[in-house]
């Protein structure tokens, strides 16, 4: 008895292992991220050799010596998967992909899409054949979740900080910044949930410990006001709309379960009121200036350069940047001049990312209120012009990352596609014709899509169908992951995948948390601007969590909880 307690206790440890090497390389290491599902796998078998003992259960005469239970519980185990319908829905999803190999040809990509899917098989599977974790296990996988993230942040504002980095989104180093993101709004979440349970806790009489309590408040509210000027350094346009989503959630969640006083409801209302008002202001204040165009009076204009060369005034296709016309004061002969002697890059070449280089050097000296002459070239720093080779195309946005720089990015991207036509090199621009390719595709494959393997193939006629102007080394998938399910597997697919999706809040909502529900949320908003669960890293975020939070969870009182 003492040794099958001794092995009953070592998988117990090595199970909390296997889900604290989910949480750590969820954002530090995709190798852990992979190897985690391998170990949860080999704990669940040892675990199901070993079983538990039972009264019913006669040892053999060996075993009955050392003390030891041999009973299989794998019976058990597939038992209670099998009645757990979120769980068998979950995983019927994943071998949706499997029965998807039938009307695929491509079937190198179709393996690769089903490896970076298998957390969706693994986790479910796992988790809901496995005992709940108790209150306090629960609690530290959390606990080693939010580390993890904070100590992923530290090596992006270290990066931010000496700006090492063209584009803001590279300081993330481990994972893709829009993953990253997703994270860190969660993580915003849990502190806060933590954050309320203490306060309750408190106020239904629970002892406290004086300094400790009074350290762990600061270190969570330090965390938490950490995490919320990381979203706002990423620049994330999806990002700001998850967290404000969250927020309003949030103030929904407290509306609707605290019943102690009409006060609370009204106090909670007018939260949710305030926040949606300061977003709405706050983005309408950083809009504004960037759609103030600056007036120009095209009759006095100067034609002329100090050198005497002619200015080319565009009045007609002019594009605007930080609320100033690029095609104003332009002279292409001194540019190009000037520009050989500050660079060894072409004039008439690309940057180092593959956009137009004197488009770019004529957005940034519009961004420093210069002129497109041989004044304004060599008026540029050495960093100016380095900046301009690695493809910064605005010195403000450079120089100061945040909200009103990435609107200004976006409006300036949406407007070059309007009047050109040309989606190549912004992502707001460019989703509309993955979009457009996407439609394209169901169209031709309604019902149930091209199959598993085929979607890059059939994404690739899309664009030439449609004759797209996206440039070859532009044109991805649908980054949108209800647009992707439906290529892939038709109108059938999507309504199967919402199905999964929105069956375990529908089916059992007196049992989910707070901390459900504002999982789902993220997961549901940002697969509208992309597809999550393309990529390893959003594959296992969705999984991990849908599974943690609806399988593994200790449910207690929601009010508690």
């Not at 967290?243 to 102690?260: G, I, T």
């Not at 002697?341 to 940034?364: C, H, I, V, W």
């Not at 200004?408 to 050109?420: D, G, I, P, V």
């Amino acid at each position: 008895m003492t040794s099958e307690v001794s092995i009953r206790s070592y998988l117990n440890q090595a199970y909390l292992l296997g889900l604290l090497m989910v949480a750590v390389g969820l954002t530090l290491s995709p190798f852990l991220m992979g190897m985690s599902q391998f170990w949860l796998v080999m704990v669940w078998i040892i675990d199901g050799i070993v079983g538990n003992r039972s009264e019913n259960v006669i040892p053999s005469q060996a075993s009955a010596k050392e003390g030891i239970y041999y009973h299989s519980d794998f019976k058990h185990k597939f038992s209670r998967f099998w009645h757990n319908k979120a769980a068998v829905l979950l995983v019927a999803f994943y071998l949706m992909h499997v029965v998807g190999l039938l009307w695929t040809s491509d079937f190198e990509y179709a393996l690769k899409d089903l490896r970076v899917k298998l957390p969706i098989l693994v986790m479910p599977f796992v988790l809901s054949s496995m005992e709940p974790l108790d209150r306090k296990r629960f609690n530290f996988v959390m606990l080693v979740y939010v580390l993890s993230v904070f100590v992923a942040t530290q090596f992006s504002f270290f990066s931010y900080l000496s700006h090492d980095y063209e584009d803001v989104r590279e300081i993330s180093h481990f994972i893709s910044h829009i993953r990253f993101c997703l994270n860190i709004v969660f993580c915003i979440a849990i502190i806060g949930y933590y954050i309320f349970k203490m306060r309750v806790s408190r106020g239904n009489g629970v002892p406290s410990f004086g300094v400790r309590v009074a350290v762990n408040q600061f270190l969570m509210w330090f965390m938490l006001l950490w995490f919320v000027c990381q979203i706002y350094i990423f620049e994330s346009l999806s990002g700001y709309v998850v967290l404000a989503a969250v927020v309003l959630v949030s103030a929904v969640y407290a509306f609707l379960q605290w019943k102690k006083s009409r006060a609370w409801h009204i106090a909670v209302a007018a939260v949710a009121f305030l926040v949606l008002v300061a977003v709405f202001f706050v983005v309408r204040h950083e809009v504004k200036p960037l759609l103030k165009v600056e007036p120009a009076d095209f009759a006095t204009l100067e034609y002329q350069t100090a050198q005497g060369n002619f200015y080319w005034h565009d009045t007609i296709y002019n594009p605007v940047e930080d609320g100033k016309y690029v095609g104003l004061y332009y002279c292409q002969k001194e540019m190009q001049e000037a520009w050989a002697q500050r660079s060894a890059m072409p004039f008439d070449g690309l940057t180092t990312t593959g956009e137009n280089l004197e488009a770019t050097l004529a957005r940034y000296l519009t961004s420093k209120d210069l002129r497109k002459d041989t004044q304004g070239v060599m008026a540029l720093t050495d960093e100016d012009i380095h900046n301009i080779e690695q493809g910064v195309a605005n010195y403000n946005n450079w120089k100061h990352p945040g909200l009103r720089a990435r609107l200004s990015a976006t409006l300036f991207e949406y407007n070059l596609y309007r009047r050109y036509n040309n989606p190549n090199g912004g992502s707001l621009s460019q989703r509309i014709e993955y979009t457009r390719a996407s439609f394209h595709i169901i169209g031709q494959h309604p019902w149930f899509g091209v199959g598993t393997g085929d979607v890059p193939q059939a994404f690739e006629q899309a664009y030439d169908d449609i004759h797209s102007p996206l440039r070859d080394e532009f044109r991805f998938r649908a980054h949108n992951q209800y647009l992707a399910v439906a290529v892939a597997f038709g109108l059938v697919g999507l309504a199967f995948f919402l199905f999964v999706l929105f069956y375990p809040w529908l089916s059992t909502r007196k049992r989910h948390t707070y901390l459900y529900m504002v999982f789902l949320t993220i997961m549901l908003l940002s697969m509208f601007p992309e597809d999550t669960l393309e990529t390893q890293a959003g594959a296992t975020l969705f999984a991990f969590f849908e599974a943690l939070l609806l399988f593994a969870h200790p449910f207690e009182n929601q009010l508690k909880n």
